[in-house]
């Protein structure tokens, strides 16, 4: 026990202050998800990933988002198992087919008012797969969308911003 | 002997059992040897290369020409053989492999319902990639199916899919996904359980059904490397280097060897962060975060790496037709040698910290065991295969440049538990950090690029790489115009997704997680 917490004291706390990479900076925008996090969800905004047939590019770079570098919980954001429990839907495409009433099923259980970002390359429109006999194509074909976040994949910077700056336009 | 001559004896075998069969020449398929069977003694060619010893590798199909050609690879100490016969188009009909190689059940589904070849003498009649998409009566891979398809305007829920059903007092079913609890694919797992006891798990894959086989007809070779890269994301460089060897063999390009130790070298990247990244996993799905923060973080540090020396952080699109896509900035060679070794030292610590904790030693001994024999069955590739004693790396067993001028260390473990898994995976991780240093050390000076030049239509090529998860199967074959005719790629994850199944036998509820992740199939590489 004491080794694992002379580790945790040698590596120490290495969760990084959102850069300023774009116009608006992202500490604002990281300040701005705090209060709108605090004022429109109760201070937690709960995500249900829902990977709608992707190429499992996405969902690490969504899994990425809990290591000590992202830390995106440090703004409020967590991740769900069920979307009844879920304020937001992150959905990775293309839509499969074979996905297709699952993920209209998964919407239709996340309650009202709810957010839909559609992830990456493929959700935004297809991407690579496109629309086929196999494929619906973008998410916004199958489930209304509030907000893309493009990138193949997108990287947990990305991520982040994409998810604030949805947060910000809604409402 | 060499590789080719390796199943001499074998084709001696076959004519002394009264197969007709025929050597063909298909240089695009060297070093594996081709052998045109007649239709009705396919079963009995699955018969003897299981008594002869063979693995079954892969099987595929294509509609060409007016006619349905089915093939099936089978490997023997490194050497390849391709078989394939030819079937008429109206009612094609075939014997199964199946009843000679339990690993084959799937892959004759799978032809079954992309191109309607139906397997006599197999033992499950049920559809497995087909869900309720396309109808039973139409074949994606036949030419005369649009892409496009004849979808429903929704397309309901596959919910009549005839699973075992569970019978007898107090046993009960589980029914998970597709939409799982964490942020993983998706996919159905059907448990029996009695109590806390796992008494039978039926998987229900295909959800990620993307159309890749059918969507990669009429690319170039460019558009199908990026395809390849997406055939399954955690996989991308090898999945990449598979297509791009294959059409280079069809094309008959050769690749500067610079490019060639590049690509080795992100191939080795590749294997790194996914072994680092999934023993965290592991460790989370035991309940210790500790460990999960750490491997973590490690990952993440790594992947940063790949970004700053390649351009992406998991390097896709960076393996093209000819070579590779950029150059390494010689700055970088020294950073990530470093890297590697600071990388190997850090996993040491760690691992000496974890090794000393008897409840994560009692959460991974004895849970999951795959016993060496359903391996072998199985044909069970990877790391799920040299845990439980399969001793075969295509890097060592059949090597491809570069790799035939390194020494591959491959380690084997037999108890085949979640722990001798996980065991493997750190072994892989370090013998692959000693193979970026020497690669990176034997770098060769000079392009990393070959013009790309498109072959005649027919051209064929056939290409054998050892993904993170083991051995990855690509298939090419050209049509006009330099586009791509047929591409099959057969990852990995089709020859352990089986073994779940029976290595949870017996187990708890609660340790399926950490099963699941000891093997980490993937979903969209299977369902394609």
């Given at each position: 026990m004491l080794r694992i917490f002379g580790k945790i004291q040698r590596i120490?706390?290495?969760?990084?202050?959102?850069?300023?990479?774009d116009e608006p900076g992202l500490t604002e925008l990281g300040e701005q998800l705090k209060t709108h996090i605090g004022e429109r969800f109760s201070g937690s905004l709960a995500i249900r990933a829902v990977?709608?047939?992707?190429?499992n590019g996405c969902e690490i770079e969504i899994i990425a988002?809990?290591?000590?570098?992202?830390?995106?919980?440090?703004?409020?954001v967590h991740f769900v198992a069920s979307p009844r429990h879920a304020d937001m839907l992150l959905v990775t495409g293309p839509v499969s087919r074979h996905m297709e009433a699952a993920l209209r099923r998964t919407y239709d259980a996340t309650p009202e008012p709810r957010l839909v970002i559609a992830v990456g390359a493929c959700g935004a429109?297809?991407?690579?797969?496109?629309?086929?006999y196999a494929s619906c194509g973008a998410v916004s074909n199958v489930i209304p969308v509030d907000a893309v976040i493009r990138g193949c994949p997108p990287t947990p910077f990305d991520l982040m911003r994409g998810i604030l700056e949805a947060i910000g336009k809604k409402i | 002997m060499t590789t080719t001559e390796a199943f001499t004896p074998f084709l001696r075998r076959l004519e002394a059992a009264g197969l007709t069969c025929e050597e063909q020449a298909a240089p695009g398929l060297v070093p594996a040897r081709v052998l045109a069977v007649q239709a009705d003694d396919w079963g009995r060619l699955g018969n003897e290369a299981s008594l002869w010893g063979c693995r079954w590798v892969a099987g595929w199909g294509e509609d060409v020409a007016d006619t349905i050609r089915v093939n099936a690879c089978f490997e023997k100490a490194g050497a390849y053989l391709v078989a394939r016969t030819v079937l008429t188009r109206g009612s094609p009909a075939l014997p199964s492999h199946a009843p000679s190689y339990p690993g084959a059940e799937r892959p004759e589904r799978h032809v079954r319902d992309m191109l309607g070849v139906s397997f006599t003498g197999h033992p499950d009649e049920r559809r497995w990639?087909?869900?309720?998409?396309?109808?039973?009566?139409?074949?994606?891979?036949?030419?005369?199916?649009?892409?496009?398809?004849?979808?429903?305007a929704q397309t309901p829920a596959d919910?009549?899919?005839?699973f075992l059903l569970a019978q007898g007092s107090g046993v009960y079913e589980i029914p998970v996904g597709p939409?799982?609890?964490?942020?993983i694919e998706p996919g159905h797992f059907r448990f029996q359980a009695v109590g806390e006891t796992v008494l039978n798990l039926e998987e229900r894959l295909?959800?990620?059904?993307?159309g890749i086989e059918k969507i990669?007809?009429?690319?170039?070779a460019a558009g199908l490397a990026r395809l390849a890269g997406r055939v399954s994301g955690d996989c991308t460089v090898a999945h990449a280097w598979a297509a791009c060897m294959a059409m280079e063999k069809a094309a008959g390009l050769k690749v500067p060897q610079r490019a060639l130790g590049l690509r080795a070298v992100m191939c080795e990247r590749e294997r790194v962060a996914n072994h680092v990244g999934d023993i965290g996993a592991m460790l989370n799905d035991i309940g210790f975060a500790f460990g999960f923060i750490q491997f973590a973080r490690l990952r993440e540090q790594w992947q940063r790496m790949s970004r700053e020396a390649f351009g992406h952080r998991f390097m896709m699109?960076?393996?093209?037709?000819?070579?590779?896509?950029s150059d390494l900035d010689p700055r970088m060679m020294a950073t990530m040698s470093d890297e590697a070794r600071d990388l190997r030292r850090q996993i040491g610590k760690l691992m000496a910290i974890i090794n000393d904790i008897p409840s994560v030693a009692d959460r991974v001994r004895g849970a999951g065991v795959l016993k060496p024999e359903y391996a072998k069955a199985l044909g069970c590739m990877g790391y799920v295969g040299r845990a439980s004693?399969?001793?075969?790396d295509v890097r060592r067993d059949a090597p491809y440049p570069p790799y035939d001028r390194l020494g591959v260390t491959v380690p084997v473990h037999h108890y085949g538990d979640v722990n001798a898994r996980a065991r493997t995976r750190l072994e892989e991780a370090a013998a692959s950090l000693e193979l970026i240093e020497a690669l990176l050390a034997g770098l060769?000076?000079?392009?990393?690029r070959t013009p790309w030049r498109a072959p005649d239509a027919g051209a064929e090529g056939l290409s054998l790489v050892e993904g993170w998860r083991g051995e990855i199967l690509t298939y090419v074959r050209f049509g006009e115009?330099?586009?791509?005719a047929r591409f099959f790629p057969r990852d990995p994850s089709w020859t352990t997704w089986p073994a779940l199944e029976l290595l949870?036998?017996?187990?708890?509820?609660?340790?399926f997680p950490v099963c699941n992740k000891s093997v980490n199939g993937s979903y969209s590489g299977h369902d394609l």
């Open positions: 120490g706390i290495i969760s990084e202050p959102v850069p300023r990479r990977d709608a047939g992707s190429c988002l809990n290591n000590p570098y992202y830390g995106i919980e440090r703004f409020g429109d297809g991407g690579e797969f496109g629309t086929s | 990639t087909r869900h309720q998409a396309w109808k039973d009566s139409d074949y994606p891979l036949r030419q005369d199916f649009p892409t496009a398809g004849r979808p429903p919910h009549d899919y005839n939409v799982h609890a964490g942020v295909g959800y990620t059904h993307k990669a007809e009429g690319r170039d699109d960076c393996v093209v037709p000819g070579g590779a896509a004693g399969v001793n075969f060769p000076s000079g392009p990393v115009n330099g586009q791509i949870i036998h017996d187990n708890i509820v609660p340790d």
